[in-house]
C-alpha cells in the first residue's frame, strides 16, 4: 500500500509546521505550531507552572463546529501530556497548535471524528518537532477497521470506515506506551486486543528492539509508522545541515 | 567524529558519543537533559534528547548539544548581537523589534558608548541599531532589554551602536548563527567554516570596488553597507543581500556558493 | 509537609490543619495519602471521598419529570445532576430538500438488503436517515451555574459543545433510536376496496391494510434532545448519557398520520394511541481517570518517563484507577478512560472506548475496565427501569 507523504517547515511565519498526507484515507493535514508565545488576553488564566496548549482543527469547507470542538479536546489532553511544558521558556506561555484539513472527506456532523485524528495527529506531532519544542516522546498512530466479516483493514478509506462494524484510532508513543484509544462500533475486547496488536505492530514496526530506537534495523524501520516519522525528520535535518555533514 | 547522527525527542544519546575529555565537566546544550533511572543497583543517569536534532560535540570544551532545525524564530538570549529596529522611544528607552510580532525591546537612551543626557544619540522611528541583548527577564510578559555598550569596559565593542546607511536583509536564524561563526573565526583559517564561503569569495571579488561592510544579527538579520563603492553602492549591496538570501534558502554546498557570486556579479554587471 | 503550608496563618502556626483546608492546599498530597495510607495504620485504601477505586457514586433517576416535553428525565449521579429533555418536531418530506435523491438511493438499498442479511442493512438505512436528515438533534447546555468555571448565559464552553457531539456521535454509532418510529406513513386508499375504517372524527386512514399502493412517507419526527447540566460536580458525559438514554426511554410520540384532504400531518390527542421509542439496547457509559500517584513527576525531569512495558508490570502500584471521578479528582488526574457497554444475549458488547491523556493505562487495565463497566451496566439497567 502506499505510504503517507509528510514534509517538514513548509510554512515560513510559523515556528514550525508540517503537512501530512494519508493517501488510503485520503486525508490530508497541514500543521502550523507556535510556540512560546505569549498569550496575552488570558495571561491570569495560564497556568503559572507549565505552558498552555492550544489546539484548532479547522476543516477546509466549513467553519468549525461541535466536532472539532470534540477533537482538539481530545489532541489537547493527548498532546499536553508529551510536552514538556516546563522546559525553560515555557510557563506562563502559549503553545499553540492550528490544524488545517486541507483534504480529503468532510467529516459531517455527527459522524464520528476518530477516523481523521490519526492525521491530525502525525501532522500536529511533525509541527511540534519541527518547532523545536521540547517533547517527552514522540509517537505514531493509525487508524483500523473491523469489517463484517471480521477482518481487520488499515487505513479504510471514508467508504470502507463507513461500512465497518467497529473503528479504532490508536496512538503508541516511540516507548510502546497507548497513548490515545479511541474505539467505536461494536466489538468485544477481544476483538479489540487482536486490533491493538496489529496497531502496535504497524506503528512499532514487528520488531521492537530493546537496545534503544537508533539501531533499530532499517528494513523494520522504514516500514513502521515510527520509522516513517523517524525518516521524515531525518530527511529535513540532513538537507537542512547539508553543509555540515559534507564537512565531516 | 563518527557517522553524524539524528536525535528524536526521547532518544538517548549514545555513550560512544560522548566526548571522553574528563578534566572538564560535561556541558549540554538546548534540546538535551539528563534523566535518572532508578534501578536495583542505585540510580543510572541517561541523556536523552527533547528535541529533534543533529547531535554534535565539541572535544575541545567538552560540550554535547542538539542542532535542531535553522530556521526558527529568534528567541533572544544573553549576549546575543541583535540587530533592532527603533520603534519609538520614550523618556528614558529606546522600544525596539527585534522579531516581528513580539512585545518591543527596551533599549537605554543612555547605554551608548559615552552617551550622557546631552550627547545621547538622537535615533528616529525606523533607524538600526546593533545591539547586545543584556537581559531577557524571568517570566511571561518580561521585557527584553538591549545594550550598545560592553557593561565592564563602557566602550562599544564589536561595532555596537548606531547603523547608518547601508541596508538589511532578512536571512534564516541558522544562516544568521553560521554567519557569526564564520566571521568570527575567518582570520585564522580561510577555509569553508560551516561550509560558507560566500562572505569571503564575495570580500576577494568586491575588494577592487572598496570592500564592504556587515553586522549579522542573531535575529536573522543582516547589515550590509558598501558607502566605498561610489556609485555602485547600491549594486553592490543588493548584490550582496541577494548571495546571503540564495545561499541560506537554497543550502547551498561551498562549490555552488563560488558559483552564485560569480554569477549574480556577473548578471550585475559589478565584476567582469 | 502539611505543616510547611500554615505561614499565611497569623494565629502562632500550629502544626495541623483541618482536612478541608489540607485537601485544597495540598490536593494531590491529600488525595494520595487516602489511597494510599501508611501500611501500619491497617487502614484500607480509600478516596477521598470515602469511594473505593471502581465504586461508582450514587445514581437515581427519574423519568417525566418535565411535563411539556415528549419525554424528559432527570439523573443524578453524586453531585452531578443532568435533566434532559425530548421534544419531537415533525419534519415534512416536501421540507427536505434532497428528499427524492434519498428515497431513490434507500429503494436500492432496499432491493439489495433482500440479498444480503435484511437486518443489517435495515441498520444501515436507519442510521443514514437519522444521519442524513439529522434526525436527533441533542444539545447539552453547561451555563446554568452548574459550577463556578461556567457563567449563566455564556457561549456554549468548549467542554459543553465537545460533550453534544458525544452524544450525537453515540446516538449515531449505536443506533439506538429506530428509524422507523420516527417515519410518518401515507398509505394511499386502496381504490378497489372501499372499505376503510373509519377512526373517530371522520379520519379515514388505514395503515394496516396491505396491498394496494405502496405507502410512503410523508413525514419524520425530529426528536430535540436537550441537556442541561444543572450541577457540576465531574463525569458530566455518565450523567449527560444517562439522562438521555432516560428520557428516550421515556418519550412517547403521538400517533400521527397524513391527512390526504388536508394534505397535512395530523396528531391524534388520544392518550392511548401513543407511542413509545422501541430502543436498540441500553448503552450505557462508565467514566474513570488514572491518578498517578508520584506527585513530582511533571516537575523532576530526571525521572525517565517509562521504559518498556515490562515497568508497568514490574512498578510498584503508583497510579491508581478511579471510577466515576468527581470534580475534585478530575483536577488531579489528565488520562481519562471511557467506556461504553451495551449487553446483547447475555453478552458484553463495548459500543465505544476510549483512552486519551496519558500512558499508564493499557490493555490489562482496560479489560478489568471492562469488566466493571459491565457490573456497572446491570446497576443502570436496574436504576433506570425503575424509574
Sequence with gaps: MVGPIASLSQLNRADGSASYKCPATGYSILGAVNAPIELPARRDALKPEEATVEVFVKPGTTTAGVGERYAEGILRSALGKIVLGREKGFPRRGLVITLTIVGGENVERGDSYLTILPALLHAALLAMVSASVPLSMTFSATLLGVTKSGDIVRDPSPTAAKAAVSLHAFAFSSKNHLLLNESVGRFEFDTWELVRERALSICQGATTSTDGDVTMGEGTASASLNGFIRETVEDQIYSDYAYKLDSI | ?272 | MASTTTPSNPTPPSLSLPPSQFARLQPHAYLLAHLSPPPASNQPSIRANGRAASQFRVTSANAGSLTHTNGSAVVRIGDTAAVCGVRAEILHTKDIASWSVLQASSEQNFDKSNEAGVSESQDEEDKGHIQDLNLLVPNLSLSTGCAPGFTPGAPPSALAQSLSHQILSLLHTTRLVKADDLRIWYQPPNLDSEEFRNAGEGMDVDTEESGGPEREVKAFWVLYIDVMIISLAGNPFDAAWASVLAALRDTKLPKAWWDADNETILCSDDVADVQRLSLRGLPVSSSFCSFEGDIAAGWRAVVIPDAEEQKQKKGAQQRWILADPDGYEEGLSQERVSVVVDRENGKTVIVKMEKHGGWTVDSDDLRHLVDVSAERWDEMKRILDQC
Aim: aromatic fraction near 4%; include cysteine; hydrophobic fraction near 40%.
Design chain 2, 1 to 272: 567524529m563518527s557517522a553524524p547522527l539524528v536525535l528524536l525527542p526521547s532518544d538517548e544519546v549514545p555513550k560512544d558519543h560522548l566526548p571522553t575529555n574528563s578534566s572538564n565537566p560535561l556541558r549540554l546544550g538546548p534540546g538535551l537533559r539528563i534523566l535518572s533511572q532508578p534501578s536495583s543497583k542505585g540510580t543510572n543517569h541517561v541523556l536523552t534528547a527533547t528535541q529533534a536534532g543533529l547531535l554534535t560535540t565539541d572535544a575541545k570544551r567538552n560540550t554535547v548539544s542538539l542542532l535542531s532545525f535553522p530556521n526558527r524564530r529568534y528567541i533572544p538570549t544573553v549576549n546575543d548581537f541583535v540587530i533592532a529596529q527603533i520603534h519609538h522611544s520614550s523618556v528614558d528607552f529606546f522600544h525596539c523589534m527585534v522579531t516581528p510580532h513580539t512585545a518591543h525591546a527596551l533599549l537605554g537612551q543612555l547605554s551608548f558608548e559615552g552617551a550622557s543626557k546631552k550627547t545621547r544619540p538622537m535615533l528616529k522611528q525606523g533607524e538600526l541599531v546593533y545591539a547586545r541583548v543584556q537581559s531577557v527577564g524571568l517570566g511571561a510578559g518580561a521585557e527584553v532589554e538591549l545594550t550598545c555598550v560592553n557593561p565592564a569596559t563602557g566602550k562599544a565593542d564589536g561595532g555596537l551602536g548606531p547603523l547608518t546607511a547601508g541596508m538589511v536583509f532578512d536571512v534564516s536564524t541558522g544562516m544568521a548563527a553560521r554567519l557569526i561563526r564564520a566571521s568570527s573565526s575567518s582570520a585564522e583559517n580561510t577555509d569553508a567554516i560551516d561550509g560558507l564561503v560566500v562572505l569571503s569569495e564575495l570580500g576577494k571579488k568586491l575588494e577592487s570596488l572598496g570592500g564592504f561592510e556587515i553586522a549579522v544579527g542573531r535575529n536573522g538579520k543582516v547589515w550590509v553597507d558598501c558607502s566605498n563603492a561610489a556609485e555602485s553602492a547600491v549594486k553592490v549591496t543588493i548584490a550582496i543581500g541577494r548571495c546571503l538570501q540564495e545561499t541560506d534558502q537554497q543550502n547551498l554546498h561551498t562549490h555552488d556558493q563560488k558559483k552564485l557570486v560569480t554569477k549574480i556579479l556577473r548578471d550585475m554587471k559589478l565584476v567582469s
